[in-house]
């Protein structure tokens, strides 16, 4: 099970914003406590500044009881093959946030942990530019006018535990730690983070913002997104009334001023119908191939979380969409129950932010 947490000025919700509330941050570094063997002290790893790939931009410090955690648990080697479980999966059918992260398209929060919500703004189309032969008249003179909107920020995270029993045969049989619960909780994570961008819900949490809103919205469910109707499904269409479909959002997103590039997600059952021949009289050329000709279309992608008949476009751009990141997906220990039972949590702050002009234009097309 995956659960989302959510802090903002009005109010906290789950065990980890409650904690965050009590203690005033979390240093994430001093979840990560680590066994040393040699001198049977608890220590933990912080990064120092510099290249984060060098040895000597890490430093290793003693933690004391006042800490979160007494004790380590871990030794560090075992910590290393948490991380690697971690990794592996982490890139796993992330296809809508990995695209985010691929185009630049990141905002990343300055303090992770401290950062409840987002405050943002939106501008106005103001002031304009006028043709004179003197360069005295003067040209309208209105100011932007600017709203504010707010964004909860979410901590993700799916727990699992280790107990003593299982780690002791570990160590005693020389056999690596059982990944397994890492890579199913990192994999629930990824799931719960492509939700949010490819759902038909919102998440509303706290302060609204002079528009009244304050939610994580999805591609699917923004209230300013342009909705293009789908007659019928792909699976009985002809191609050519495919291509219609897409040229009817390309069109919807240019009416919306916004003009390109795009990439076009598609739900599962509609990857290998894309991947027919457009017709008999062209043989080899795909449907795909055919709607990648199409000028300003990117890319194709195949989205399993997406919806059945339901296709989106999207710009790529920034005043589009965007992921704020605060932490990435990182696995953290977490309480300790007793001498038997250490718990963990994959977890990780980031959330995706589709967006719209204060006119309300969108570069998001959604075809259903």
């Known amino acids: 099970m995956v659960n989302m947490d959510l802090m903002t000025p009005n109010g906290v919700s789950g065990p980890v914003a409650n904690y965050m509330a009590q203690q005033g941050h979390i240093d994430p570094n001093r979840l990560r406590p680590w066994f040393n063997t040699r001198d049977g002290r608890t220590y933990v790893t912080i990064y120092g500044g510099g290249d984060p790939k060098k040895k000597e931009s890490y430093r290793n410090i003693e933690i004391n009881r006042s800490e979160i955690?007494?004790?380590?648990?871990?030794?560090?080697?075992?910590?290393?093959?948490?991380?690697?479980?971690?990794?592996?999966?982490?890139?796993?059918?992330?296809g809508g946030i990995q695209d985010l992260?691929?185009?630049?398209?990141?905002?990343?929060?300055?303090?992770?942990?401290?950062?409840?919500?987002?405050?943002?703004?939106?501008?106005?189309?103001?002031?304009?530019?006028?043709?004179?032969?003197?360069?005295?008249?003067?040209?309208?003179?209105?100011?932007?006018?600017?709203?504010?909107?707010?964004?909860?920020?979410?901590?993700?995270?799916?727990?699992?535990?280790?107990?003593?029993?299982?780690?002791?045969?570990?160590?005693?049989?020389?056999?690596?730690?059982?990944?397994?619960?890492?890579?199913?909780?990192?994999?629930?994570?990824?799931?719960?983070?492509?939700?949010?961008?490819?759902?038909?819900?919102?998440?509303?949490?706290?302060?609204?913002?002079?528009?009244?809103?304050?939610?994580?919205?999805?591609?699917?469910?923004?209230p300013d997104r342009n909705k293009v109707t789908l007659s019928t499904s792909w699976a009985s269409q002809t191609a050519?009334?495919?291509?219609?479909?897409?040229?009817?959002?390309?069109?919807?997103?240019?009416?919306?001023k916004h003009y390109g590039p795009w990439v076009l997600y598609i739900p599962t059952a509609y990857e290998t119908i894309i991947d027919q021949d457009y017709n008999a009289v062209t043989p080899g050329t795909t449907i795909r191939e055919r709607i990648l000709k199409i000028a300003g279309i990117k890319g194709i992608k195949v989205i399993d979380t997406l919806p059945a008949n339901n296709v989106v476009m999207v710009q790529m751009t920034?005043?589009?969409v965007r992921l704020i990141k605060?932490?990435?997906?990182?696995?953290?220990?977490?309480?300790?129950?007793?001498?038997?039972?250490?718990?963990?949590?994959?977890?990780?702050?980031?959330?995706?932010?589709?967006?719209?002009?204060?006119?309300?234009?969108?570069?998001v097309v959604h075809l259903a």
């Open 326 to 363: 605060g932490m990435g997906i990182q696995v953290v220990e977490w309480q300790t129950e007793g001498q038997f039972i250490t718990k963990y949590k994959v977890m990780t702050i980031q959330v995706p932010q589709v967006r719209a002009d204060q006119d309300g234009h969108s570069g």
């Open 69 to 94: 955690q007494t004790y380590g648990t871990l030794r560090r080697d075992e910590w290393k093959q948490l991380d690697e479980a971690l990794l592996r999966i982490s890139e796993f059918r992330l």
């Open 101 to 222: 992260i691929d185009n630049g398209l990141v905002y990343n929060l300055g303090n992770a942990m401290g950062t409840t919500v987002l405050e943002y703004h939106s501008m106005s189309n103001a002031m304009e530019a006028v043709v004179t032969m003197d360069g005295v008249t003067r040209s309208s003179g209105d100011r932007p006018t600017y709203r504010y909107h707010y964004m909860p920020i979410p901590v993700i995270h799916s727990d699992f535990e280790i107990n003593s029993r299982s780690l002791a045969a570990s160590r005693s049989l020389g056999n690596p730690l059982d990944v397994d619960s890492v890579e199913r909780g990192t994999r629930k994570v990824n799931e719960q983070l492509e939700s949010l961008l490819f759902g038909t819900g919102s998440y509303t949490f706290g302060d609204k913002g002079e528009d009244g809103r304050n939610s994580i919205y999805s591609y699917l469910s923004h």
């Open 240 to 256: 050519a009334l495919i291509i219609t479909d897409v040229m009817n959002m390309k069109q919807a997103s240019i009416n919306a």
């Open 318 to 320: 920034s005043d589009v």
